[in-house]
């Protein structure tokens, strides 16, 4: 498989493991993904960045091969989804955004069981959720009931169990969605340990972070269409500033700053509970800001990040 791509890299279709151009998904009257073009090269991790609604779970779901296309074209692994779907899905990994495992059975019955629908022989089974257990750190909980992990663990499992069939594609929609900081810290690791393997990604996310740690390449949906296309750094150079001022004052208090706020930075965002300033030198903004008289209740000066971006595009937050 070849590396990841660069910035300025754009597959072509003879080289996609993904190719779509025009994809569409209607639902009668109500557009989900409306005529959005991208490509995902071998090696590459690709992201679908956006809020909850925005289509981002409905075009992994024609990709997976579980929802048909309405409207344009799309292949994967080089065949049709339409033709070709038990092709396809045997060599597909997916991580859905809900778990799907077997709460009854143990952890390591999760994975043999789920390695019998490939066909796969008893002892290459054996040898794999040996190897996966051991790759998502639950070899200890291999005999233990799935019911009382954490969810963390359980996220774990599901991704262990999506590899059984090494797949050449790896599907996962917001993997890390409703786990705390340590345990989604944990998959990121699991996950760039696939990537340096060569594995190719593709994962909807509406977490900022999560997209900047993972994607060498990403889209930026927002109603059912695709407003942005880029690496993160290269988002975030294009569409914002090298930092940001924040401050927040108290309630009633920033209506009445208008004049103040002028010229402070390239650009101002007004958020209900803050006001945001562009700016190449956060500190100095600051400095800036309190000899204007400002007096806000908190300062910080942070790294402009692909929330930015997308405030910047649609004028609302990532996630509302």
Partial sequence: MSGPLTATDHPGPTDSLIHARGL????????????????VAPGEAFGFLGPNGAGKTTAMRMIACVSPVTAGTLTVLGLDPALDGPRIRARLGVVPQEDTLDMELTVAENLSIYGRYF????????????????????TERANHQVEPLSGGMK????????????????????????????????LWDRLYRLKLKGVTLVLTTHYMDEAEQLCDRLVVMDKARIVAEGSPRELIARYSTREVLEMRFQPGLQETLDGQLHGLGERVERLPDRVLVYVDDGEAAAVAAHERGLRPESVLVRRSSLEDVFLRLTGRSLVD
Avoid: C, W, Y
């Avoid at 066909?119 to 639950?138: K, S, W, Y």
């Avoid at 599901?158 to 810290?185: C, F, M, W």
């Fill in 24 to 39: 569409t998904k209607r639902f009668g009257s109500f557009t989900a993904v409306d005529a959005i073009d991208f490509d």
């Fill in 119 to 138: 066909d796969l022989p008893r002892a290459l089974i054996r040898q794999r959720t040996r190897e996966l257990l051991e790759f998502v750190q639950l």
């Fill in 155 to 186: 996220r774990r499992l599901t991704i262990a169990r999506s590899l059984v069939n090494e797949p050449d594609l790896l599907l996962l929609d917001e993997p890390t969605t409703g786990l705390d900081p340590q345990a989604r810290h944990l």
